[in-house]
């Protein structure tokens, strides 16, 4: 991971305690993924407060030994109990049971995290951070860091439909009117 995209992270208070409430919950394969990660990025790139922008931290997770909604929901019940932020916490290996419903695509299982986190509607957006045991940031990015450190807004076409991505790139051009957002 670039030492600057770590040194911008840390900066955002609310995500460290995120992280580290996150890294005791203790669950497989997990990261902070989207918004509050790149969000941070974006904030400190163009001068702004650390978690400005930010409605929501996103705890991703991946456990594929029960894919009930009961299972998932007392993860996040028990994760509500020990986050202070708004944390919405959701497993995965769960997303194509609800997904093609709700966006009206099919998905395929994700086999990972990793795998769930490059599907998400932006390039830049595809990044998840976890802080390990020793403290220290571990990254993980599915298209690099160029997009992110650009402040370019580039299309995911791999899952999210079209009009979810447009969506959210309105958005992001009225709170960041520095980012360069591209056409789908």
Request: glycine residues 6%; proline residues 6%; charged residues 25%.
């Amino acid at each position: 991971m670039s030492a600057r995209i770590e040194a911008l992270l840390r900066r955002n208070e609310t995500l460290v305690g995120v992280l580290e409430r996150a890294r005791e919950l203790g669950l497989p394969g997990w990261y902070v993924t989207a918004g509050a990660v790149y969000q941070t990025v974006w904030n400190g790139l163009t001068g702004r407060a650390p978690a400005v922008g930010i409605r929501d931290y996103d705890l991703s997770y991946h456990d594929d030994s029960d894919l009930s909604w009961e299972a998932e929901d007392a993860v996040i019940r028990r994760a509500a109990e020990v986050f202070e932020a708004d944390v919405e916490v959701r497993n995965q290996a769960r997303v194509h049971l609800w997904y093609e419903e709700k966006w009206g695509l099919p998905c395929p299982p994700h086999p990972s995290t990793e795998a769930a986190i490059a599907t998400f509607p932006a390039t830049g957006a595809c990044i998840g951070a976890r802080l390990e045991a020793d403290g220290t940031l571990r990254l993980h990015t599915a298209y690099g860091t160029d997009d992110l450190l650009a402040l370019v807004v580039r299309p995911n076409r791999v899952l999210a439909p079209r009009e979810v991505y447009e969506t959210k790139a309105a958005r992001w051009s009225q709170q960041w009117p520095e980012l360069v957002v591209l056409p789908w």
